[in-house]
């Protein structure tokens, strides 16, 4: 949900902490410092965890089928209290993930092609969302090429910058598209949308008759055993509290209203790593179809490549599933190699993009 798209720079960015120079920190962690992996973890996590405005952060690693956690520095500043592999933070656009396997099940479930024209799906007020008569689709929310910008402009107004999304509603939602015509034929060109993804959550609820946290927990957590995986704020368990870039504290983004399936999920590392699990042999889960489903590249252009939600991206030589995710005071990452069954995820409580360097470089390290 942060306005940068931090992980199409990941591939980018050199193995090297970049960390900027200022007063050094005692660094808590459960690291017992034993194996190579430990070690090599350490060194990639030490330098970000000895800075001020780092509060802490979780990492969680998947290696032929073996779970390692690790976590540095608090829960909340002068808390003392470790953060743990179910502690709850909030996952930001990782959640864009969850949504897509969310229209895939429903679409299933109701016998509907993702190649659906989403026009079709909403109030009858708004006009048909096409242009040069290509019409935007259901798969085209999903893979991000549907045509709408990466925020609608009037998103400002009338915002509370600590919840910025609070008050834009699904009506809000509904009347921009009224105003506002696509500038592009859907399906052509990437251009990574929040307010798309907002609308295929809005589009779960309009279809099911169900809230967006009550469909992801019938539906999507509840089968796949993801228990601390929530988009309810009233019951994500041991939660890890917000700071943003500079160490402040700022407010949790508990009410996306209309963008919840861009970015309304808690989870954790135990979570998560269990969805890479899932994701690396869907054919061992009751929803293994769906699972598969999103995996399948659907959109190519350059340097972009995606899935259903997800992106592929090279990562030592090996195509892996990637996705991050920021709100005003978490970052998290999460890398899926299915050819050398491993997983990378790294959650922080602090708003800075400097995390995406971290989780670059164990990723780089871990994936091979």
């Known amino acids: 949900m942060n306005k940068k798209i931090v992980l199409i720079a990941l591939a980018l960015v050199t193995n090297t902490c970049g960390c900027k120079k200022g007063p050094l920190k005692e660094v808590k962690t459960d690291n017992p410092l034993v194996t190579a992996t430990d070690k090599t973890v350490d060194e990639a996590a030490r330098p970000f965890a000895q800075r ?46 969850f949504t897509a396997l969310m229209v895939a099940h429903l679409f ?8 659906t024209r989403v026009s079709s799906l909403l109030p009858a007020s708004i006009p048909p969302l096409q242009y040069n008569g290509r019409y935007m689709t259901v798969k085209h929310l999903l893979n991000h090429t549907s045509s709408l910008p990466r925020l609608p402009g009037d998103l400002d107004a009338g915002s509370n910058p600590s919840q910025p999304y609070a008050h834009y509603d699904s009506t809000k939602v509904y009347n921009y598209l009224k105003t506002h015509p696509l500038q592009k034929e859907p399906g052509t060109v990437f251009d990574y949308s929040n307010l798309g ?10 279809l099911s008759g169900k809230a967006y946290a009550d469909y992801l927990s019938d539906y999507i957590t509840s089968p796949l ?12 368990l041991n939660p890890a509290l917000p700071y943003d870039e500079k160490g402040r504290k700022v407010d949790y983004w508990n009410n996306l209203q209309g963008f919840k399936g861009a970015g309304a999920i808690y989870s954790c590392t135990a979570d998560l790593l269990t969805y890479a ?45 990637v ?18 069954n491993t997983a990378v995820v790294v959650l922080s409580n602090n708003g800075s993009d400097e995390m995406a360097k971290l989780a670059n470089v164990l990723a780089e390290t871990i994936m091979r």
């Not at 998947?62 to 808390?79: C, I, S, T, V």
């Not at 055993?225 to 994500?236: E, I, V």
């Open 108 to 115: 299933q479930a109701r016998h509907l092609s993702l190649d």
């Open 277 to 321: 699990q899932k994701l690396i042999q869907p054919d061992a889960t009751p929803l293994s179809d769906i699972l598969t489903r999103v995996q399948i590249p659907t959109f190519s252009e350059g340097k972009y490549k995606l899935g259903l939600s997800w992106f592929f991206l090279p990562f030592n030589g090996k195509e892996c599933l």
């Open 225 to 236: 055993n993801l228990k601390y995986t929530t988009a309810d704020f009233s019951k994500a």
């Open 323 to 340: 996705h991050d995710g920021g709100t005003g005071g978490f970052r998290s990452f999460i890398y899926i190699s299915r050819s050398t």
């Open 52 to 97: 001020k405005e780092i509060i802490g952060f979780s990492i969680g690693i998947l290696q032929n089928g073996r779970r390692q956690f690790y976590n540095y520095g608090e829960k909340a500043r002068d808390g003392g209290l470790l953060p743990d592999s179910l502690t709850s933070y909030e996952i930001g656009s990782v959640s864009k993930t």
């Open 197 to 206: 993804m907002g609308l295929a959550g809005l589009i779960v609820e309009r």
